[in-house]
């Protein structure tokens, strides 16, 4: 376990559940910036799994890593599709197998994309789902990127700089080739070019692992660095240009969102900051936190017969207190016993021994601890 990732799960989730469910729809920005945190931790985390498992056995078990991802990420999406769409029946309304098949098997950024582009919507509280489809293609290429470059830490870090270098390259040539793009969200829910959200997470996990660059970890984790990224990355959401914010500002962010993370993570610049990451109540919202992004979607369409008979104040109230509700009996009604069913596939594995979590990271002082 990684101290205060969980709080910084919590205060992304939390950010997305301010922005879709009780800001307006102009600080839309209060979301992104919930997701933007999220693709950077996945790509830290998972990234750090890849080189603590292959430190452990001398290889990267490919089928316990694909049969983990799904073990944790299907159970909970399968049980809200089933109840979302036998609503949607029971109510007489149509279904789209279309969308229903984007979602299981992960191109729903696309074709949500593609909707906005055409002037569709889809019927059903999937919406939200989309940066879910983003992640699995990192987790479908990222382990076999890392068994290609035979888990060198430095290859590593060269692939995450292309990527990031051919994410920005890939928006601005699109914004040339389809003028007027940079107006729809074609480029903000594209996984190739929101890949460097992601990448960005890697490329500190590969740092961590070079000892010679422990020095830029180092700096990147003080309370100037720190500084500097927060009020970088708060400044980016005041340029209101569509074309800035399709193109450059998704690498100013996630360069900003790096030293924000080391610093939680190796160091302590604000200790109170760190103290509050690491409070129960916090660190249990991070822990059900996927629960929270997949379910708050469908509060309004579960019940907006009665929710918008209410005070303003109070639906809104409700919104939050129900998505809160539904996420902790997804979480420990599904997602805990799915973790037991994962450790299982884990150890059943060729290999699974050495498919663990990454070990706790202690603190900058000690630069051994960020490579063992």
């Not at 969102?257 to 919202?285: A, E, H, K, T, Y």
Request: charged share 10%; with cysteine; proline share 4%.
């Amino acid at each position: 376990m990684i101290p205060s990732l969980d709080g910084l799960r919590a205060g992304s989730v939390m950010l997305v559940l301010l922005g879709h469910l009780i800001l307006p729809t102009s600080m839309i920005g209060i979301s992104a910036l919930g997701l933007d945190v999220f693709f950077l931790v996945s790509g830290f985390l998972i990234t750090r799994l890849f080189f603590a498992e292959a430190r452990e056995s001398g290889h990267l078990n490919l089928r316990a890593f694909y049969l983990r991802r799904i073990v944790r990420l299907y159970p909970v999406l399968l049980v809200y599709l089933a109840i979302v769409l036998t609503v949607q029946v029971a109510r007489g309304g149509d279904i789209n197998a279309l969308e229903v098949s984007s979602v299981l098997f992960y191109f729903w950024n696309y074709l949500t994309a593609h909707q906005e582009i055409v002037g569709e919507s889809s019927i059903l509280p999937i919406g939200v789902l989309w940066s879910l489809s983003v992640e699995e293609h990192f987790y479908l290429l990222a382990p076999l990127a890392f068994i290609c470059l035979r888990w060198s830490p430095l290859a590593m870090l060269r692939a995450t700089l292309a990527v990031c270098a051919a994410a920005l390259l890939l928006r601005y040539l699109y914004c040339f080739i389809w003028p007027g793009i940079e107006r729809t969200l074609w480029i903000y829910r594209h996984s190739e070019t929101r890949a460097d959200s992601i990448a960005f997470g890697a490329m500190l996990a590969c740092l961590v692992q070079i000892e010679s660059y422990h020095y830029i970890v180092k700096i990147l984790a003080s309370r100037t660095a720190f500084l500097i990224g927060t009020i970088v990355l708060l400044s980016s959401y005041a340029v209101r240009d569509p074309y800035f914010q399709n193109t450059l500002r998704f690498t100013i962010q996630g360069l900003a969102l790096i030293p924000v993370l080391c610093g939680v993570v190796f160091g302590q610049p604000f200790p109170v900051i760190n103290s509050l990451l690491n409070q129960f109540i916090v660190r249990w919202i991070g822990q059900v936190s996927y629960s929270l992004y997949v379910w708050h979607g469908g509060v309004i369409f579960l019940f907006s017969a009665w929710l918008f008979q209410l005070p303003n104040f109070l639906n809104l109230f409700l919104q939050l207190a129900l998505t809160f509700v539904f996420a902790a009996c997804s979480y420990y009604v599904i997602e805990r016993p799915a973790l037991k069913l994962r450790k299982l596939v884990t150890t059943s594995a060729p290999g699974g021994k050495a498919a663990t979590a990454a070990p706790e990271l202690s603190d900058l002082t000690s630069p051994k601890s960020m490579v063992r």
